[in-house]
């Protein structure tokens, strides 16, 4: 019996808990930092597939971590696209009418990496948190222009994650949007 007992302790501090996050970042904290606006009309498509999907990465204490990136980091996909160009659409496909009737130039397609992890034994949040932001520009025509690339980083000590469970996970989020903005507004002069 005590074999028993043993062997059920053992699974339960092993076998850790789900926990759902948002990777997305505050979007009050998604500003227009340079004073550039490219004036035309463009559009962002994420497939419903990608739209879709539940990643599952290490948290700490071997929990795991549990979040839909595309879903979670739209409005801040959106909000960079307005910070930067006088009107911004979502479109349904490479194909939709939006695209004629809108007038639209260019359409982004993001493509997102992430990685978690924790050296906690204790608690669960991420003390490191990765986001790799990819977003492949294409024009009216569907030609591909360019790919733009971004890495965020966060990372969260004891006092952070205790504040704010997923600080890592904002600071890395926050980071790969600002970079994507901030390339954007570096590269306007392809978007002519």
């Known amino acids: ?5 043993l062997s059920l302790f053992f699974l339960l501090t092993v076998s850790g808990c789900v926990h759902d996050i948002s990777v997305a970042p505050e979007l009050s904290k998604i500003q227009k930092t340079r004073p ?14 990608l739209y879709k999907l539940s990643v599952v990465t290490p948290g700490g204490n071997n929990d795991e971590l549990r979040y839909s990136p595309y879903q ?7 909000k960079v696209l307005k910070n930067v160009f006088t009107k911004v659409y979502k479109i349904d496909s490479l194909n939709d009418e939006t695209i004629k009737m809108h007038n639209i130039r260019f359409v982004f397609i993001p493509a997102i990496e992430t990685m978690s992890s924790s050296n906690s034994n204790v608690d669960w949040q991420p003390t490191k948190f990765n986001m790799i932001l990819k977003v492949k520009v294409l024009n009216a ?9 971004a890495q965020g980083k966060g990372v969260a000590n004891f006092g952070r994650y205790q504040d ?16 994507f903005q901030d390339e954007i507004i570096t590269k306007r002069k392809r978007f002519k």
């Open 141 to 149: 025509d569907k030609n591909e222009l360019f790919t733009t690339y």
């Open 72 to 78: 979670d980091t739209e409005a801040s996909l959106k």
């Open 36 to 49: 550039v606006t490219i004036h035309r009309t463009v559009a962002y498509y994420i497939p419903p597939d």
């Open 1 to 5: 019996m005590l074999k028993l007992l």
């Open 164 to 179: 704010n469970p997923t600080y890592a996970v904002e600071v890395a989020s926050r980071s790969a949007f600002l970079q």
